[in-house]
């Protein structure tokens, strides 16, 4: 039951709301609030912070390795992989520029994938593979986008790996300050947050849309955006999405790690990078798919056991100490083409980031505006 109180603030009518803080939600919110001064916004969260990958992930801000990139162009088409690249690098460049009046620790330092052995080489040798790869990216990207640095293999202490490619385009974040500085920035611009508050039903009328809350209250609001990417079927049955969830590791080591930056292996279903003097190592995901396709926090064996076995690789003789464990639920499709698209005249949806929403979440958020009111710029 509310008093007039909280009916006049807490639950008052909007003329945008937004459910979901992540990072697809957090940055819709800073852009309507950028392309709406004084708009009355409202942001919708069912935990007490953000439940599904943006602050679980790994930090990265990456497009793809290069065999990643390689399956993704034979998988879908040469097209579809430079579209989706193109968007996850702009939204690198977005990021970099907000970086500079926000403290996130952004990094672009650079990445590396670790190579051992891949079907994609037996018939194509790594240095054709990479400047054919180099060509098709030039326009999207820039010239040189990977080197082959096998030269620095014993430098970085990677000297059982095959090979070494580097990439000087992505770099590092840290996903929970990312995500305190946009709720910063929104919340000074009088967005209002409702966190620990569940969207039970969706009703859509002439006149707006009404959210039902899981407390017995409802909200009115003008435009609704739909920002949940792996939580997304409750609202949206019909879109095609499954949930993914990534495994992740937090560990401590006895002497100086020689890398620094961000790392992939085996297509991007490893990942790891330098924190704090520890190394941060998630993925693994390819060895129980079925199990790992589940909207269910939390860690098994299987893949526990698995990521400790490859840090051991990583840093021989080092007697890494596990801190942490965790695990976030990214979504996924048949292809990585977000979902973004007008459900009705007042309904939008933002979904489907396929595990690179860091990156990609600002040109999105771009791309929802633009279908909320076609022509009206942002004034940023």
């Known amino acids: 039951m509310l008093s007039v109180w909280e009916e006049q603030s807490f639950y008052s009518a909007q003329q945008y709301t937004i459910i979901g803080s992540g990072f697809m939600g957090l940055w819709t919110a800073y852009k309507l609030s950028e392309k709406y001064p004084g708009a009355k916004i409202l942001v919708i969260e069912r935990g007490v912070i953000p439940n599904g990958a943006s602050t679980k992930n790994a930090g990265f801000v990456c497009f793809g390795s290069l065999t990643e990139l390689m399956e993704d162009a034979e998988l879908y088409g040469i097209d579809s992989m430079l579209e989706t690249t193109a968007k996850r690098y702009a939204g690198i460049q977005q990021i970099k520029t907000f970086s500079i009046n926000n403290a996130v620790d952004f990094q672009l330092s650079g990445g590396y994938e670790l190579i051992d052995s891949d079907p994609f080489f037996i018939n194509e040798d790594i240095r054709e593979a990479i400047s054919r790869m180099n060509q098709i990216l030039q326009e999207t990207i820039g010239p040189d986008c990977f080197v082959l640095s096998d030269d620095k293999k014993n430098q970085l202490g990677f000297e059982s790996f095959r090979h070494l490619v580097y990439n000087k385009r992505e770099g590092t974040v840290h996903p929970g300050r990312l995500v305190q500085a946009l709720i910063k920035i929104c919340s000074s611009r009088g ?8 969207v039970e039903e969706i009703i859509e009328s002439q006149d707006g849309v009404s959210l039902f809350l899981n407390n017995d209250i409802s909200i009115e609001t003008e435009k609704l955006f739909i920002c949940t990417n792996a939580f997304s079927k409750k609202f949206l049955p019909d879109t095609e999405l499954y949930p993914a969830r990534g495994q992740v590791i937090f560990a401590r080591l006895s002497s100086p790690l020689k890398f620094k930056g ?79 698209k007008k459900i009705s005249k007042r309904i939008f949806a933002g979904i489907r980031l396929s595990g690179i929403g860091v990156a990609i979440a600002p040109v999105l958020a771009d791309e929802l505006l633009e279908m909320e009111n076609p022509g009206h710029n942002s004034r940023g």
């Open 191 to 198: 967005v209002s947050f409702l966190y620990n508050t569940e």
């Open 262 to 340: 961000s790392f992939h292996y085996n297509r991007g279903f490893y990942y790891f990078r330098d924190l704090d003097g520890g190394i941060v190592l998630g993925g693994a995901r390819n060895l129980a798919i079925a199990e790992e396709t589940t909207t269910e926090s939390g860690i098994t064996a299987l893949i526990q056991n698995d990521l400790e076995k490859f840090l051991k690789r990583l840093v021989p003789g080092n007697n890494p100490i596990i801190l942490k464990r965790w695990s976030g639920i990214m979504a996924m499709g048949n292809n990585k083409t977000p979902v973004v």
